[in-house]
């Protein structure tokens, strides 16, 4: 029992960065941008004429084989998350999924039901557009971001599904559109009401929230990472140990862009240098008499036989401003 419990409130793996998907020349986004279309509404528009034109879009579509509409929403009780999705295709309820995890959030809970039920949809005879109504419309943007971010395993999948949609014909597409909460909308309310009425209990004992699950497990990694780094040779003679105002060794963190990243990363240059000055790879006397002894290796203040990095971060008077 204790054992299923932990693995119950393990954290399961969410970046994915290394994927073919994300890789330039094999991104969806790239090659099939004019596949993918995302509807947002004005703020300024009022809630009836956004429902007007999401009836309009139901009437349009229903009058045909070859689109399907997809409503999803996500609710979380107890730590447990329900995601649902309705799969309408010619004005009848052809598919619904439900899915229930422990200790995920609404987002990555949004997130699996749209990548299912697109799965799904894509494989309904005669398909060519995909429309998806949704609460949760910047997420969903979130799929096609290039940077390193949470979720990248369902995105991936996600963009894997979508290319081979794509690729099966040429006029297949793939449309958002959002749709909040409050409007009430009639296929995406009553998802939303469907999934506020399961009342899930866990079947084993849920200890951790999901963000302190998280926590432990990044703190694990970083003590694997620690004690790897300093009993290897990885770490090299020539590295440089950060220390903070009471001469304590900054150990890594992944809070508030980590130990050094927040001070450095606003600049390229600078962390360029940084990077330089950590490693000793800086185009200073020390390193010229490492690897081209010929070359001149004395400090330019004529105050140190050898330019070093000590030397230049505590003595060298031509630095004394910094």
Same mark, same amino acid.
């Given at each position: 029992m204790a054992d299923l419990a932990n693995k119950i409130n393990e954290c399961f793996p969410s970046f994915n960065p290394l994927n073919s998907g994300f890789s330039p020349g094999l991104r969806v986004i790239d090659n099939s941008s004019d596949h993918i279309f995302f509807n947002l509404f004005n703020?300024?528009?009022?809630?009836?004429?956004?429902?007007?034109?999401?009836?309009?879009?139901?009437?349009?579509?229903?009058?045909?084989?070859?689109?399907?509409i997809i409503a999803s929403d996500t609710s979380i009780k107890n730590n447990i998350a329900t995601s649902i999705a309705h799969i309408h295709t010619h004005d009848k309820l052809l598919i619904e999924t439900i899915h229930h995890a422990v200790n995920v959030t609404s987002m990555e809970a949004e997130l699996f039901a749209i990548r299912y039920s697109i799965n799904q949809a894509?494989?309904? /005879? #005669?398909?060519?557009? @995909? +429309?998806?109504?949704?609460?949760?419309?910047?997420?969903?943007?979130r799929i096609f971001d290039l940077s390193v971010y949470p979720f990248q395993v369902q995105s991936a999948a996600v963009l894997s599904d979508l290319c081979y949609f794509f690729n099966c014909h040429a006029?297949?597409?793939?449309?958002?559109?959002?749709?909040?909460?409050?409007?009430?909308?009639?296929?995406?309310?009553?998802?939303?009401?469907?999934?506020?009425?399961?009342k899930p209990l866990p079947l084993y004992p849920c200890k951790n929230p999901w963000d302190f699950s998280k926590k432990c497990k990044s703190d694990d990694?970083?003590?694997?990472?620690?004690?790897?780094?300093?009993s290897?040779?990885?770490?090299?003679?020539?590295?440089?140990?950060?220390? /903070? #105002?009471?001469?304590? @060794? +900054?150990?890594?963190t992944y809070v508030k862009e980590g130990s050094w990243l927040k001070v450095f990363g606003h600049s390229n240059s600078l962390c360029a240098h940084a990077t330089r000055a950590i490693?000793?790879?800086?185009?200073?006397?020390?390193?010229?008499?490492?690897?081209?002894?010929?070359?001149?290796?004395?400090?330019?203040?004529?105050?140190?036989p050898i330019e070093t990095r000590c030397h230049i971060l505590h003595e060298c008077g031509?630095?004394?401003?910094?």
């Open positions: 703020k300024k528009k009022d809630d009836k004429s956004c429902a007007q034109l999401l009836d309009e879009i139901v009437l349009e579509s229903f009058s045909s084989l070859s689109v399907t894509m494989y309904i /005879d #005669n398909i060519s557009k @995909i +429309i998806i109504v949704t609460d949760s419309i910047y997420m969903v943007k006029n297949n597409s793939i449309e958002f559109w959002e749709c909040s909460s409050h409007l009430k909308w009639h296929l995406h309310n009553e998802v939303d009401k469907e999934t506020k009425m399961f990694i970083l003590n694997i990472w620690k004690m790897t780094f300093q290897s040779n990885l770490k090299g003679n020539q590295f440089l140990d950060l220390v /903070d #105002n009471d001469n304590n @060794i +900054i150990k890594p490693t000793n790879h800086a185009p200073i006397g020390e390193f010229r008499l490492r690897f081209f002894s010929r070359e001149e290796f004395k400090c330019p203040c004529n105050q140190y031509r630095f004394n401003e910094y």
